[in-house]
C-alpha cells in the first residue's frame, strides 16, 4: 500500500524503521509494529524534512526515489531489498550521508559521478542491481569509506584498485560483474595500500589479466583479514600459503576455479579456517601428511577438480570439527582409512567420487550425504549398507564401482532417503519387498546392473526421476508406476519388459522423458500417450509394436512448450556456519546493519555446492541420435527433443500431423513397415538435425520443400522404394549415396546413377491415394493381355480350319523347317 501522508504530525522525526515488515494495508496514526508488509511508494516521506535515519529495506516498494531528494538531512539510508528502480542521481544532493544501502533493488543506468559530493560516505552499497556504464571514478574522492561493495552488477570497464591506496578506513571491499568484459586490476603500478581490510572479495573480474593472472601483490600488506574470496578469475602461480601466514584471524579463503599449480602448502601453525575451498584449479602431488594438525577448526575442506593423488591421510581424522569435506575429481588411490569414519563425528557430506579408491566401504554414522561414485571400491552391497549407520541418510551414490551381491531387506531401514543411486555395479537377484519403505525417494537410479524380476516393490509417490535400464527386469509394467504422478523422467530401456504399454501411462503427467526401448512390448501405440502433453524425448524403438503411428502425436510438445529448468538441481546447504560477520555502524546511537558478512558465506556456498550437487545428481538420458547413442544431461538435456520409433513392425502412413512437431531435433522412424510418401509437412520441421526413415516401404520422390531444413546433418531413407532425383541444393549437396542406397528408383549426380530410361516417377497425388489404384490398373492390364491373347489364337485355328490349301501349306513349311533344323528327326 502506498504510504500515505499521515506523517505530517511528525514533521520533527528524525529516525524511522520500517525495514522487514508485513504490514498490510496503509499506514495511520496506529502504533507501527514488526510483522508488517510494506509496499508502494514513498511519495510522502518528504515531509519528513528533519529526518536523519530512514531504514526501509526488506519491503516491496517499488518505483523512483525521487520523492526522497528533499531529505537532505539524512546521514543513514537504507532502502535495501526492495523493488525500486531508475535513476539514483537524486541521492547527490544528500551531502550529509554517511551511509548508503542500496543493495537488491532494480536500479539501473551508470552511476552518477556527481556522488563524489559525500565526502562523508562511509558506508556505500550498490550490490546486485542493474547498473551499467563503466566503473564509477568517484569513489577515489571518498577516502571516509569502509564499505564499499559493487557485487553482481553490469558494470564494463576497468576498475584500478590503486585509486583507492589512500583510503585508510576501508575495511570491506567487494567488486565483481555479470559483464564477462570486465576487470580489475591491482598491479597497474607499484602501490601500498593505507587501509587493512577484514574482507575482500574480487569474484569473477578478469583479475589482472593483462598481467597474465598475477595474484595481487598489495595482499602482501594485509594482516588483518577474515574473509578473502578470489575465486573465478585466471589467476596463476603457487598456492599463497602466506597469505595465510600473515592473517591470523583468516576464516573463509575461496579461491576455486582458477589456474593454480604445484604443491598444496601449509603452515606447520594450526590455523583457525572455518572454510578453505581450492577446488577447480591444477594443483598436484600429495597432500600434506599432517594436513589435519594444519586445519584443526576447519569445517569445510574443497580440494576438488585438481590433479592431487596418493593416498587419503588418516590425519584428515583430526579435523573434528569438519562438516563438509570433498575431494572428488582427484587421482586418490588405496583404501579409505578408518579415521574418516570414526574420528569425524560431525561429518555430514563426504564427496570422494571420481578418483581411484578401492577397497571396502568402512563403517560410517551420522551422514546425510555420502558421494562415492566412480572409483573402484568392492564388496557387496549388504556390506555397504551394514557399514552406513545413518538414518537420517538423504543422498547415497556408489554408482560405478565393482559393489556386488542381492539388494538385501536391509535398504529398507533408510526411510527417509531421497536420492539413491547405484548403477553401474553388479549387483543381481530382485528388489526385495522391503524397498516399498523408500516413499522419500526423489531419485532412483539401478541402472546397467543385472537385476531382474518384477519392479512392483518401487514406490513412485514422490520420485521425479527412475533409471532402471540396461538389467534383466521382465513381466509388464506394473500398474504401481501409475501412482507416479511426479515422475519426470522414466527409463526402463533394454529390459525384458512384454506385455502392451499400458494406458494409464497418460496419469504420469508431468512425464519429460519417457525410454521404453529395447524390450519386448507389442500391440498398439496407444493413443493414450497423446496425453503426455509435456513430453520432450520420447523413445519405443527395438520392440514390437504394430500398426500404424497415432496421428495425435502432434499434440505432444517436444519443446514447443517452454518450461522451467527441472533436469538441473537447486540445492541449499542445510549446515552454514555458526559464526556470522555483521557490518554495523554506530550513529545516534542506532545500529544500522546493511550487510551481513554471512550473506556472502551463504552465496559461496550455495554457488559451489550447487555445482557439485548437480554434478551427481543430473539427470542423464542415452537417446540414439545421429546413427549414435549420446548422453544428455543438465541444460543440453533441456533444450534435446526427439522420437525413436524404429525396429518395430508398424504399418500404414506416416501422419501429416507430425509435421508439425517444429521443435522436434532428432526422428527416427527406420526398421519398420511404413509406406506411403515422405509427408511434405516434414518442411515444418525446421529445428530437426536428425531424421531415418530407412528400411520402410517410402515410394515416391523425396520433397524438395526438405531444403529448407537447414539443420538437418543426417538424413537417410536408404532400402526403401523412392523414385526421382533426390534434393541438391543447401545441406543436401552434403549427402551421399549412402544416405540413399536401396533405392533403384533415385538417380541423380550424387548417385552416380543417370536418369535416361527411367520411366516418370508418380505423382504425388497418386502417391497420396496410396497402392490401391496402382493394383487395379495391373489387373485390368493382365485381363485385356489374356483376353487379346486367345482372341488372336481363335483367329488362327478358325481360318485354317476352314482354309484347306492354307492348313496344307502351314504343314509343308512346318515340315521344311524341322528338316533343316533337325535333319535327323523321323517324320514318319
Known amino acids: 500500500m502506498i504510504l500515505k501522508a499521515y506523517f505530517v504530525n511528525f514533521s ?107 565526502r562523508n560516505l562511509q558506508v556505500l552499497d550498490f550490490s546486485h542491481n542493474l547498473f551499467s556504464g563503466n566503473f564509477p571514478s568517484f569513489t577515489s574522492n571518498l577516502t571516509s569509506l569502509v564499505y564499499l561493495s559493487f557485487l553482481d552488477n553490469y558494470l564494463q570497464g576497468s576498475f584500478l584498485l590503486s585509486t583507492l591506496a589512500n583510503h585508510s578506513n576501508l575495511e570491506d571491499l567487494y567488486i565483481n560483474s555479470l559483464r564477462t568484459t570486465a576487470q580489475v586490476e591491482t598491479e597497474k603500478k607499484h602501490w601500498v595500500p593505507t587501509f587493512q581490510l577484514k574482507s575482500l572479495i574480487l569474484r569473477s573480474c578478469n583479475l589482472n589479466m593483462d598481467k597474465g593472472g598475477t595474484f595481487p601483490s598489495f595482499l602482501l600488506y594485509q594482516k588483518d583479514l577474515r574473509f578473502i574470496d578470489l575465486s573465478h578469475n585466471k589467476l596463476v602461480g603457487a598456492f599463497p600459503s602466506w597469505l595465510i601466514q600473515n592473517n591470523s584471524r ?15 602448502q601449509l603452515s606447520s601453525i594450526g590455523q583457525d579456517i572455518y572454510h578453505l575451498d581450492i577446488s577447480n584449479n591444477n594443483f598436484n602431488g600429495l597432500l600434506p601428511i599432517n594436513i589435519g594438525t594444519f586445519l584443526p577448526e576447519i569445517k569445510r575442506l574443497n580440494l576438488s577438480i585438481n590433479h592431487f593423488e596418493g593416498d587419503i591421510h588418516a590425519s584428515m581424522g583430526k579435523m573434528q570439527q569438519l562438516s563438509v569435506l570433498d575431494l572428488s575429481d582427484n587421482f586418490f588411490s588405496g583404501e579409505l582409512p578408518e579415521q574418516l569414519a570414526t574420528n569425524l563425528t560431525n561429518l555430514q557430506r563426504l564427496k570422494l567420487s571420481n578418483n581411484f579408491l578401492q577397497g571396502n566401504i568402512p563403517k560410517f554414522s551420522n551422514f546425510t550425504e555420502l558421494y562415492l561414485n566412480n572409483n573402484k571400491l568392492n564388496g ?131 512425464l519429460r522423458v519417457l525410454l521404453l526401448g529395447g524390450n519386448n512390448f507389442h500391440g498398439h501405440i496407444p493413443i493414450q500417450l497423446c496425453q503426455l502433453k509435456d513430453i520432450t524425448i520420447m523413445d519405443l524403438s527395438r520392440n514390437k509394436l504394430n500398426g500404424s503411428i497415432p496421428s495425435c502425436f502432434n499434440n505432444l510438445s517436444f519443446g514447443m512448450v517452454d518450461h522451467d529448468p527441472i533436469f538441473q538441481f537447486r540445492w541449499w546447504p542445510s549446515d552454514l556456519e555458526d559464526k556470522t560477520f555483521f557490518y554495523s555502524r554506530n ?42 547413442y549420446y548422453s544428455y544431461r543438465g541444460r543440453i538435456l533441456e533444450n534435446m527433443t526427439g522420437l525413436d520409433l524404429s525396429s518395430n513392425m508398424l504399418t500404414g502412413v506416416i501422419p501429416s500431423q507430425i509435421g508439425n512437431l517444429k521443435k ?28 531415418d526413415l530407412s528400411y520402410n516401404n517410402f515410394i515416391g520422390e523425396i520433397p524438395s520443400q526438405l531444403t529448407q531444413l537447414y539443420s538437418l546433418s543426417i538424413f537417410n531413407v536408404s532400402y526403401n522404394n523412392l ?102 528327326f523321323p517324320l514318319y
Open 380 to 510: 557387496t552391497l549388504k556390506e555397504v549398507l551394514e557399514n552406513i549407520n545413518s538414518e537420517e541418510l538423504m543422498i547415497l551414490d556408489i554408482s560405478n564401482n565393482s559393489i556386488s551381491g542381492e539388494i538385501p531387506a536391509s535398504i529398507g531401514k533408510f526411510s527417509s532417503i531421497d536420492i539413491l543411486l547405484m548403477a553401474e555395479n553388479q549387483l543381481e537377484g530382485e528388489i526385495p519387498f522391503e524397498f516399498s519403505n523408500l516413499t522419500s525417494l526423489y531419485m532412483l537410479d539401478l541402472s546397467q546392473n543385472r537385476l531382474l524380476g518384477s519392479i512392483s516393490s518401487i514406490i513412485l509417490s514422490s520420485m521425479n526421476f527412475l533409471y532402471l535400464q540396461k538389467n534383466a527386469f521382465s513381466g509388464s509394467i506394473p500398474f504401481t508406476l501409475s501412482e507416479g504422478s511426479q515422475l519426470i523422467t522414466l527409463d526402463l530401456g533394454n529390459n525384458n519388459f512384454s506385455g502392451s504399454i499400458p494406458y494409464w501411462m497418460e496419469k504420469l503427467s508431468n
Open 723 to 824: 523414385s526421382g532425383t533426390p534434393p541438391s541444393t543447401g545441406q543436401f549437396g552434403d549427402f551421399d549415396e549412402d544416405n540413399y542406397r536401396g533405392n533403384p528408383g533415385l538417380c541423380g549426380p550424387l548417385l552416380k546413377q543417370k536418369c535416361e530410361g527411367v520411366a516418370p516417377p508418380p505423382s504425388s497425388e497418386s502417391n497420396n491415394r496410396g497402392g490401391k489404384e496402382t493394383t487395379v490398373d495391373m489387373e485390368a492390364f493382365y485381363w485385356s493381355f489374356c483376353a487379346s491373347y486367345i482372341t488372336i489364337l481363335l483367329g488362327f485355328i478358325m481360318v485354317f480350319y476352314i482354309n484347306a490349301y492354307w492348313r496344307m501349306a502351314l504343314f509343308y513349311y512346318m515340315g521344311k523347317l524341322i528338316r533343316t533344323c533337325f535333319p535327323s
Open 664 to 691: 522436434i531435433h532428432a526422428l527416427n522412424l527406420s526398421h519398420n513397415c511404413l509406406s506411403g510418401s515422405i509427408p511434405n509437412t516434414f518442411s515444418n520441421l525446421t529445428q530437426i538435425e536428425s531424421l
Open 12 to 118: 520533527r522525526l528524525e529516525l524511522l524503521d520500517l525495514s522487514s515488515n508485513f504490514l498490510e494495508g496503509s499506514i495511520d496514526d496506529r502504533d507501527l509494529q514488526n510483522g508488517n508488509h510494506l509496499n508502494g511508494s514513498i511519495e510522502d516521506l518528504q515531509k519528513l524534512r528533519k529526518l536523519k535515519v530512514l531504514d526501509l529495506s526488506g519491503n516491496q516498494l517499488n518505483g523512483s526515489i525521487e520523492d526522497l531528494q528533499k531529505l537532505e538531512n539524512l546521514k543513514v539510508l537504507d532502502l535495501s531489498n526492495n523493488q525500486l528502480n531508475g535513476s539514483i542521481e537524486g541521492f547527490c544532493k544528500m551531502k550529509d550521508l554517511v551511509e548508503l544501502g542500496l543493495s537488491e533493488n532494480l536500479f539501473s543506468g551508470p552511476i552518477p559521478e556527481c556522488l563524489s559530493i559525500l
Open 587 to 628: 550513529l545516534l546511537n542506532v545500529s544500522v546493519s546493511l550487510y551481513m558478512l554471512h550473506e556472502l558465506v551463504n552465496d559461496e556456498l550455495v554457488f559451489n555446492e550447487e555445482l557439485a550437487f548437480n554434478e551427481v545428481t543430473k539427470t542423464t538420458v542415452e537417446f540414439r541420435t545421429k546413427n549414435n
Open 250 to 264: 583468516l576464516q573463509y579463503f575461496f579461491l576455486m576455479n582458477n589456474s593454480f599449480v604445484g604443491n598444496f
